[in-house]
């Protein structure tokens, strides 16, 4: 029996494309997903305690295999093995590197956490490409991390696709800290709203069917969140005129979309706002932008999208803080009723703005929703936006550029991105940067400042910066976590709905008193 299952498990995926005639047997049974970690300083593997009480039921059959069929299993590796046990006919068996590595300084993140997200989520997709429909996962020592490895792993977009991914239903294996699980998996379902939102042709996803994707979800859910869809009239009313400038070019109605969750026993609280850039598509408008890569403007709603996904994630959580998302949604498109370079605008303030570009049209939404937003009185306002192109050549995808006047707001940002290990950094507000866009030729602002190649996204936090009095508050620019390659292992390719998981465990810290 040992050497027909180490048989088995040195055919790697040879022998998977073996079973590829019998996987409906496969896909009625459960999979199950166990995780090891290295020896310090020596060959061999140290079994998380689940996978230590699934090898005591195996007889020592899985030590016995993972002795004999090669080398350690290094971290973010994997391992099949068949034939193990009667409930479970496939056993992925994942690399966790070293054990209580915790937080690392030098990477701003917990290591631990972040090896754990990423091998459940390997081992997980193995599973499902066995076309497993149900999954057992080992906690790992960490439940809700290991929920966010496997929900966030096994995310597809393929909703206008004819063949589609294998639907997999995870739990977790044993009962170690099921709570921890919920809450990774709420987690986890908030940054996958995000991503649904985001990777959405734009064809699809304008600015009505958005807020109505946001409706639905509220309603299905039966959350305690109160949504208000204002119209046309209501931003004309509001005096948006940079906002209504960027909208103007398309066909489709620009629309406001307002969430109120009050989740704290004190009516009294000061809410957190959260507002995000929901430009639908964005072409450029008359500075039009080239045509390569232009589909992946379908997700310049990025920050509209993770932070309504934010609000509708702390109310699932019924986090005990008061937050309201604005979302200011529309498309910037050229036509003859388009913005065009050099024209002068009036924002909600009073201030004119002299839009010397066109394709920098999300500041001027924001600049709107960001003066609406301080007549709700919030404690703190954090905006979220794929605003600059500058972003992602500053810090490439590692971490979210932050800009902000409150030090007590970054260290509370900076803490929980460390948690959840979706990264912030801070970026400068110099002085230096304001000058630059208050020197403008025609009216008080000018849209890209006088030097426009030259840090762009800090010019453009200091455009933001000019209609913002609250003395807590954070840009977050997230041009160059939008998307994912490969750089994060448990995402996958595609649209990414980061800092979601970030924003909401920055709520959940301000609601436990931080």
């Known amino acids: 029996m040992t050497m027909l299952l180490l048989r088995r498990c040195l055919s790697g995926k040879n022998y998977c494309r073996r079973f590829s005639t019998t996987q409906s047997h496969f896909s009625d049974r459960k999979g199950l997903v166990l995780g090891v970690f290295e020896k310090e300083g020596e060959e061999g593997h140290h079994l998380t305690e ?6 005591q039921s195996t007889s020592g059959k899985l030590s016995e295999l993972l002795k004999i069929s090669g080398p350690s299993l290094k971290k973010g590796k994997s391992r099949l093995f068949y034939g193990l046990h009667e409930d479970f006919p496939c056993v992925a068996v994942v690399g966790l590197g070293k054990a209580d590595t915790g ?20 081992g997980c997709r193995l599973l499902q490409d066995l076309e497993v429909k149900h999954v057992e996962v080992d906690g790992c020592g960490d439940a809700q991390s290991a929920a966010e490895g496997a929900a966030l792993g096994l995310f597809a ?64 859910s039966a959350q305690q969140v109160a949504i208000h869809k204002r119209s046309v009239a209501w931003i004309e009313e509001q005096q948006m005129g940079a906002f209504l400038s960027v909208a103007r070019g398309s066909e489709e109605p620009p629309l406001f979309l307002e969430l109120h969750y009050n989740g704290s026993p004190d009516n009294t609280q000061a809410p957190l706002l959260l507002v ?36 509708i994630t702390a109310a699932a959580l019924k986090l005990p803080v008061n937050l309201i998302g604005l979302a200011p949604l529309c498309e910037n498109m050229p036509s003859g009723k388009a913005t065009k370079p050099g024209d002068v605008v009036k924002a909600k303030n009073g201030k004119t703005i002299q839009v ?35 972003m992602d050549v500053a810090l490439g995808s590692a971490a979210t550029g932050v800009f902000t006047n409150s030090d007590w707001l970054w260290e509370q940002l900076h803490k929980a991105s460390v948690v959840t290990g ?61 998307s994912n390659k490969d750089e994060v292992p448990y995402l996958g390719k595609g649209m990414s709905g980061r800092p979601t998981r970030t924003l909401v465990e920055f709520a959940a810290g301000l609601a436990h008193g931080n």
């Open 50 to 55: 689940t996978a230590a009480g699934f090898d």
């Open 356 to 390: 010397d570009n066109t394709d920098a049209e999300g500041r001027l939404i924001l600049a709107d929703a960001l003066c609406y937003g301080h007549t709700l009185n919030p404690k703190a306002i954090v905006n979220v936006a794929t605003l600059t192109g500058a």
């Open 103 to 122: 937080v690392c300084g030098a990477e701003n993140w917990d290591t631990s956490k972040e090896n754990i997200r990423a091998a459940v989520s390997a």
């Open 157 to 220: 977009y393929d909703q206008l696709k004819t063949k589609k991914k294998t639907k997999v239903t995870t739990k977790l294996h044993g009962s170690a800290d099921s709570t921890g699980w919920a809450k990774g998996v709420v987690y986890a379902e908030g940054q996958n709203l995000a991503r649904l939102l985001m990777e959405g042709p734009a064809n699809h996803i304008t600015p009505t069917t958005f807020a109505n994707i946001i409706e639905e979800k509220i309603s299905s």
């Open 422 to 482: 979706d990264r912030v950094w801070r970026m400068p507000l110099f002085q230096h940067y304001t000058r630059q866009v208050t020197d403008s030729q025609l009216a008080d602002l000018n849209n890209i400042g006088k030097y426009s190649r030259s840090g762009g996204a800090c010019t453009a936090a200091a455009f933001l910066r000019e209609f913002v009095t609250s003395p807590h508050w954070a840009h977050l620019d997230i041009a160059g976590v939008m």
């Open 276 to 311: 995000g850039k929901g430009i639908t598509f964005d072409s450029g408008g008359i500075s039009l932008k080239p045509s390569q890569s232009m589909d992946a403007m379908r997700a310049d709603m990025g920050g509209a999208a993770t932070v309504c996904a934010s609000v």
